[in-house]
Nanobody
Framework: QVQLVESGGGSVQAGGSLRLSCAVS?????LAWFRQSPGKVREGVAV????????YYADSVKGRFTVAQDNAKNTRYLQMNSLKTEDTGMYYC????????????????????WGRGTQVTVSS
């Protein structure tokens, strides 16, 4: 069984930064960050393969968001810089015990473990 617990959300002004954490229990081959705002579909933001440390990013966050991991703490992080108002939403950590192919990693249907989410609000 895999359990995921997010933390680190909050309110920040545009241009600011936040770091989200995802505490993971159990081993996962693929771990991702998704976000969702009211009335919108859940969007894949960033993905990391914990074994290799290889990361992928949605075009909307490339150059601004970075995924990192602390294997000793079994925690993955999403560092978010240069935040924009459109980054507002509930951020979720998601995982799969299987290796998801890169072409499929930003689709939420490929993940079977989810955290409860942490809210990020970016104001202008």
């Amino acid at each position: 069984q895999v359990q995921l617990v997010e933390s680190g959300g909050g309110s920040v002004q545009a241009g600011g930064s936040l770091r989200l954490s995802c505490a993971v229990s159990g081993y996962t081959y693929t771990l991702a960050w998704f976000r969702q705002s009211p009335g919108k579909v859940r969007e894949g933001v960033a993905v990391i393969y914990p074994g290799s440390g290889t990361a992928y990013y949605a075009d909307s966050v490339k150059g601004r968001f970075t995924v990192a991991q602390d294997n000793a703490k079994n925690t993955r992080y999403l560092q978010m810089n240069s935040l924009k108002t459109e980054d507002t939403g509930m951020y979720y950590c998601a995982a799969n015990k299987a290796l998801i192919a890169p072409a499929l990693i930003l689709s939420p249907i490929n993940y079977n473990y989810w955290g409860r989410g942490t809210q990020v609000t970016v104001s202008s």
